[in-house]
């Protein structure tokens, strides 16, 4: 099992931008996969972005192609997403994700994890 806690959410206007991190523990150590999900009010979860932690095979929303990376500090043991170019729509409580197991066919579908964190709120205003 992997424990994972976010950090770095905020308030900012669109346009500018913002890092959450994801520290991560436990065993097996780094896991098969990590992800980012974001949950706005009254709408379902939806992923955001994923890498594999061995090769950095990265994939991402179509929403937030372009201005959104993330990117893996195994030594760290933290995972980030960089966002930039934010908008009001990104407005959202965003959860980090860990994955030990293989044999993941849908990298940005919340059924494929396991491990969550509590999120952190991200605010975009206009």
Same mark, same amino acid.
């Not at 770095?8 to 669109?14: D, E, W």
């Not at 890092?19 to 990590?34: D, E, I, K, T």
């Not at 706005?40 to 095979?57: C, D, F, L, M, N």
């Given at each position: ?11 900012? =206007? /669109?346009? #500018?931008?913002? @890092?959450?991190?994801? +520290? *991560? ?9 990590? &992800?980012?999900?974001? =949950? /706005?009010? #009254?709408?379902? @979860?939806?992923?955001? +972005? *994923? ?9 991402? &929303? ?12 195994n +030594?760290k ?40 964190g ?9």
């Amino acid at each position: 099992q992997v424990q994972v806690v976010e950090s770095g959410g905020g308030s900012v =206007q /669109a346009g #500018g931008s913002l @890092r959450l991190s994801c +520290a *991560a523990s436990g065993n097996p150590y780094p896991p098969c996969l990590m &992800a980012w999900f974001r =949950q /706005a009010t #009254g709408k379902e @979860r939806e992923g955001v +972005a *994923a890498v594999y932690t061995s090769t950095g095979k990265a994939y991402y &929303a179509d929403s937030v192609k372009g201005r959104f990376t993330i990117s893996q500090d195994n +030594a760290k043991n933290t995972l980030y997403l960089q966002m930039d170019s934010l908008k009001p729509e990104d407005t959202a409580k965003y959860y980090c994700a860990a994955e030990v197991g293989f044999g993941i066919n849908h990298p940005l579908g919340d059924f494929e994890y396991h491990d969550w964190g509590q999120g952190t709120q991200v605010t975009v205003s206009s």
